[in-house]
């Protein structure tokens, strides 16, 4: 840090430009070292504004004369995520207050500043290499240094936190307070709680639960995605994986849930929250229609509606109202309930040794044959293809967005996820009516455009983004309106 110093810092060349011999290694040591007089003028060469900045936050750090954060801090926050320069001043300026401190326990609280900024966002890289030596030389003696070292790497490797903590939570890491619970639901009504810090991201929760249900495999681990669910379903989108929770997280009417978005990689059956948990997310978009069965598909829906009753471990007979509940609710006016009901109780007989896992099994097996599987399915109530007079079945996947009839299960229209140009969000065209979505996609020679009406417009615009960027690998999201 010395060496950054003498050729960044602006005293530097004061002291290297004395006379006499030039500046003693005590005069080049000071300039890297604990003072107790505040700075009247930042270490590194900046504007005029920032380095009134770099003073006010000189006088805010905890290590230097307060025992706890100065607003000053506060109202540094939007400058320090955006301004590299601002950021390696206040970096040097840690270093320069922990180094040769005369009290440790202020020392302490300057290194877990340290430690915080390490895992809010990087230096530039004219000063990575300097500080990465500086906490690996510091680690031998200094906890903190390594803990330092390691927010560090999450931090290249996930991008930083896009804004500072606020107040409370930065207050609360200074005192060791790293950890809190987070509550996921899991499709079933299943609930799952775990600790994260104040650095973890999507993707790190996402591994753990992938692991609760016996997931190993990269690839199908990022089949997986968390949503996040605000004011009661007004805002619900996946969080990208790199994503910092302790910044998403914060209100108490956001709520956390994990679904399968994609269903690539072939199934398997080794582990029973893997089973109860696909069962429930194959189930409920089952009976909202959005896995199209025929109404007069006897056969098939008979055999659904008792695996559904088996997996229930019922071994009662079930009535015809009974029944009902295992019909899509779209079918539930055109089918034949008679007909069903005696197919069903035929079923029964013939499935009666299974348990009810082994009934949740051959239920996602059977709806995996059914057009749709795969797909995370919309019902659009209004589309622009004219031929689509009535609701309409949006499948999205990895790969397409697709248009289906869920009467006549004909397939209108296929867009390649690669071909959208532009993704545009449509105000209601009547004061009660549900928001829409433009699609813009194909060539400069042969440009399409789709329309649709649906109440989850915003959430299927933030999923599309989100399964593009998981295809091509990006860290931020694209233009979107």
């Known amino acids: ?87 390696d001043e206040i970096y040097c300026q840690v270093i320069k207050q922990v180094t040769g401190h005369p009290r440790p326990e202020r020392c302490t609280r300057g290194w877990s500043f340290l430690s ?29 240094a390594r803990s330092s070292q390691e927010h560090l790497q999450r931090t290249v490797k996930y991008g930083g936190r896009r804004w500072m903590p606020p107040p409370g939570e930065m207050k609360a890491f200074l005192k060791g307070q790293v950890t809190r619970q987070l509550l996921i639901h899991l499709p079933g009504d299943v609930d799952y709680r775990t600790n994260i810090h104040t650095f ?157 896992q082994e009934a949740q099994i051959s239920f996602i097996e059977a709806v995996s044959q059914l057009p749709l599987f795969g797909y995370t399915v919309y019902i659009a109530l209004r589309v622009s293809i004219q031929a689509l007079s009535g609701p309409a079945l949006l499948g999205l996947s990895r790969q397409h967005l697709i248009l289906m009839d869920p009467s006549s299960q004909n397939l209108y229209c296929r867009v390649a996820l690669t071909s959208l140009q532009r993704l545009h969000l449509l105000s209601p065209l009547e004061e009660t009516g549900p928001p829409g979505l433009e699609l813009n996609y194909g060539s400069a020679d042969n440009p399409q455009t789709l329309w649709f009406e649906l109440p989850q417009a915003q959430e299927l615009l933030y999923t599309t983004v989100f399964l593009i960027d998981s295809n091509a690998s990006c860290t931020e999201w694209p233009g979107i309106n």
């Open 1 to 87: 840090m010395r060496e950054f110093a003498l050729r960044y810092f602006r005293k530097s060349q004061a002291l290297l430009g004395q006379t006499d011999g030039g500046a003693t290694g005590k005069d080049t040591d000071s300039l890297v070292q604990y003072t107790k007089a505040p700075i009247q003028e930042s270490l590194l060469s900046l504007s005029d504004d920032m380095n009134k900045l770099a003073v006010a936050s000189f006088l805010g750090e905890p290590q230097a004369h307060h025992s706890h954060p100065s607003p000053h801090l506060s109202f540094l926050s939007p400058q320090l995520c955006q301004e590299e320069k601002l950021r």
């Open 116 to 144: 915080l900024l390490t895992g809010c966002f990087s230096p530039s890289t004219r000063l990575m290499p300097y500080l990465t030596k500086f906490l690996q030389d510091s680690g031998p003696s200094q906890e903190l």
């Open 200 to 356: 973890t991201v999507a993707a790190e929760v996402q591994e753990e639960l992938c692991q609760h249900m016996g997931i190993t495999e990269p690839q199908e681990v990022q089949e997986f995605a968390l949503f996040l669910i605000k004011e009661k379903g007004k805002l619900v989108r996946p969080l990208r994986p790199a994503e910092y929770l302790n910044s998403v997280a914060v209100d108490q009417d956001v709520s956390l849930h994990s679904r399968r978005l994609s269903w690539e990689t072939p199934l398997h059956f080794d582990n029973s929250i893997y089973i109860s948990t696909h069962y429930s997310q194959v189930l409920r978009d089952y009976l909202q229609g959005k896995l199209p069965v025929s109404a007069k598909a006897d056969t098939q829906l008979a055999r659904l509606a008792a695996l559904q009753h088996l997996s229930k471990a019922n071994r009662n007979t079930p009535s015809e109202q009974d029944l009902l509940a295992y019909v899509p609710r779209q079918l539930q006016r055109q089918v034949n309930t008679a007909s069903i009901k005696n197919l069903m109780d035929q079923e029964l007989r013939q499935l009666g040794g299974h348990s009810p």
